[in-house]
């Protein structure tokens, strides 16, 4: 899925909480988590995730809520334990957050570590994607790598915060060159859905992100995926999930995606986090 057609309208659980929960904080934000995970029709889960702090408030008002998805790569070996190991690296980086430096920096600085230590690990035989978010307050850092996606709903718009890294959007790219523009030609190329950049490939020098937070709005709803979702799903089923709230809404992406009854369905990793302001004693979404 690219980043053109997503612009507007993988396993082991690796999470401290499994559960959606509604928290209520004084005078600060209301989050609540979700995520839904499935095999597909692969033979083993080479996904992994993390939720931190869902289910802490002093420490969600401390650091923050951290959420990363890791795609562990089937073509390759070990999908699984790179997948692991990126998220297990990146939950790391998230305790260790300094909040009077440069966040964005960190966060890319941590994930080029993490591809060097895969790297070493595997030699280059294994990798994975990750696509990760941190919210402290009204302000949401993201970071990918790879071709999973992070989607945000404000009001009845979803959009795509990331950039894919995959050889069908640097030919999209190139076909704004070409007169005339062809977009059928870059989505026939046999090397459109190579990925082009990945935690775990020697010599990681990328990584789209945020340079500056986001400002959630009350209402806001972020969507962190692998392609089992994002490559299956329409941007109008995507935006039916994020408009419940995100228990419902896992529950709803799975159903979705088997109900398309793909053969060759990939493993499918989603985490829904909704973001409300509120008072101590109000009701969440």
């Known amino acids: 899925m690219s980043v053109f057609d997503r612009l507007f309208g993988r396993a ?11 928290l209520s904080v004084p005078r600060g934000p209301a989050l609540l988590a979700g995520n839904v995970q499935g095999v597909g029709a692969r033979e083993r889960q080479e996904d992994s995730f993390a939720i931190c702090n ?11 809520l951290f959420a990363v998805v890791a795609d562990g790569m089937g073509g390759m ?11 297990d690296s990146m939950v790391r980086l998230f305790r260790g957050l300094l909040e009077e430096g440069d966040v964005p920096q960190q966060l890319r600085e941590g994930v080029l570590a993490a591809s060097d230590g895969i790297f070493q690990r595997f030699q280059g035989r294994s990798g994975t994607t990750v ?15 790879g071709d999973s996606a ?3 709903k404000r009001g009845e718009c979803v959009f795509q915060l990331n950039r894919e890294h995959t050889c069908l959007n640097d ?27 990945f935690v775990g490939m020697d010599r990681l020098d990328r990584a789209d992100q945020s340079l500056r937070p986001w400002h959630l709005q009350p209402g806001d ?27 419902e809404g896992c529950r709803l992406l799975e159903t979705m995606v088997a109900e398309k009854a793909l053969p060759a ?13 509120k008072q101590t004693g109000e009701r969440g979404l």
């Open 265 to 277: 369905q990939d493993n499918y990793t989603g985490v829904l986090i909704a973001y409300q302001f």
């Open 77 to 87: 070996d070990s999908g699984n334990e790179a997948s692991e190991a990126a998220v």
């Open 150 to 152: 992070i989607f945000l």
């Open 171 to 197: 030919l999209y790219l190139r076909e704004l060159e070409q007169e005339p523009i062809q977009k059928e030609r870059a989505e026939q190329d046999e090397d459109a859905r190579r990925l082009t950049a």
């Open 54 to 64: 869902i289910s802490d408030p002093d420490a969600l008002a401390r650091q923050g």
């Open 221 to 247: 709803v972020v969507l962190l995926c692998s392609d089992g979702i994002s490559g299956v799903l329409t941007v109008p089923e995507l935006k039916e999930a994020m408009s419940v709230p995100p228990d």
């Open 12 to 22: 082991r659980r690796v999470t401290e909480d499994s559960a959606t929960v509604e």
């Open 131 to 145: 696509v990760a978010v941190r919210i402290l307050g009204a302000e949401l850092h993201w970071l990918s790598v």
